[in-house]
């Protein structure tokens, strides 16, 4: 069954984009414009604006495009959405915004009390992966999939951690480089390593574990967090399996795949970056220590 029978709302999530799209304006309001009210600020960087655009890009996609749509149909299409959101997007907008603007937040005591402990490597990798794993646990699932206050506030709480756990890898800020290339590497593994119990969870189960996918009366409850009520009202569906030729079990088993191959991807590029990044200040230093002893009057 086709998809145009939920309405361009539900599809596009019109709402959503304009919102977005204010969003992007203030970025460059604030980054371009306004900038020089900012003390301390410096120009935006091309490479700055692209990750931030990239960054609002994909959260339209995954969260306002009919991916969002799909994800309350399709179990797989929800874990693209989880990986991208979590794995992906945090990255581009740590990026995004300047260090400049990350340390006007810090100005404010009790905003860079609660950040400063929530970026602790050790206290962001057990939050993130924590929080991912409760929300996959089946009832708390449930239960958050078919409530539209409770999903939003999880699915901001989530993204909001995603943050936090990226920002000792990807964060611009001389200040906040509290790890080195090699715990960088070691706080890759350490996050594959803990997530690797909820998507095992998901792969080897042998049953379908969520009754927001399963259930109709709970998948249509769910249906209702991106459909319209009075578009529902006129539909009539007994089911996921009307929007896929794929059993529920299987649905759920490549959501879990996918959701497990992203993450090896994504943490594969992070770990390249991370060498290579240590490889040429290895090459900088060396080549300083080399002009340092043809010259011993050069000063470092």
């Not at 959405?81 to 907008?93: D, H, N, S």
């Not at 967090?225 to 088993?253: H, K, R, W, Y």
Request: with cysteine.
């Amino acid at each position: 069954m086709a998809l145009q029978i939920f309405g361009f709302r539900a599809l596009w999530s019109p709402y959503f984009f304009i919102f977005l799209v204010l969003v992007l304006v203030g970025y460059f309001l604030i980054t371009i414009k306004y900038r020089e009210k900012f003390l301390n600020s410096e120009p935006l960087k091309l490479g700055q604006a692209i990750n931030f655009s990239i960054a609002i890009l994909l959260l339209y996609i995954i969260k306002g495009s009919p991916i969002d749509l799909m994800g309350h149909l399709m179990f797989y299409a929800h874990m693209i959405q989880m990986a991208i959101l979590c794995l992906v997007i945090p990255k581009f907008f740590i990026t995004g915004i300047p260090p400049w603007i990350w340390r006007s937040l810090q100005k404010n005591s009790a905003f860079k009390n609660i950040f400063n402990f929530l970026t602790k490597p050790v206290v962001a990798l057990i939050l993130f992966n924590g929080i991912f794993s409760i929300y996959h646990i089946p009832l708390v699932f449930d239960i958050v999939k078919t409530s539209f206050l409770l999903h939003a506030a999880y699915t901001s709480l989530l993204f909001v951690m995603a943050i936090i756990f990226w920002w000792p890898i990807d964060n611009k800020l001389d200040e906040y480089q509290s790890l080195s290339g090699l715990k960088k590497v070691g706080y890759i593994f350490a996050a594959s390593a803990l997530l690797l119990p909820a998507c095992g969870l998901i792969i080897f189960a042998n049953a379908p574990l969520y009754s927001s996918f399963s259930d109709p009366d709970a998948w249509a409850k769910s249906l209702e967090l991106c459909v319209p009520a009075s578009t529902l009202s006129g539909l009539t569906l007994s089911g996921p399996e009307m929007f896929s030729s794929i059993s529920l079990l299987n649905d759920q088993q490549l959501g879990g795949i996918i959701m497990k191959m992203i993450q090896e991807i994504v943490y594969g590029v992070t770990l390249a970056q991370i060498f290579f990044s240590w490889y040429r200040k290895e090459q900088e230093e060396t080549e300083i220590e080399k002009q340092h002893s043809l010259n011993p009057q050069t000063i470092e």
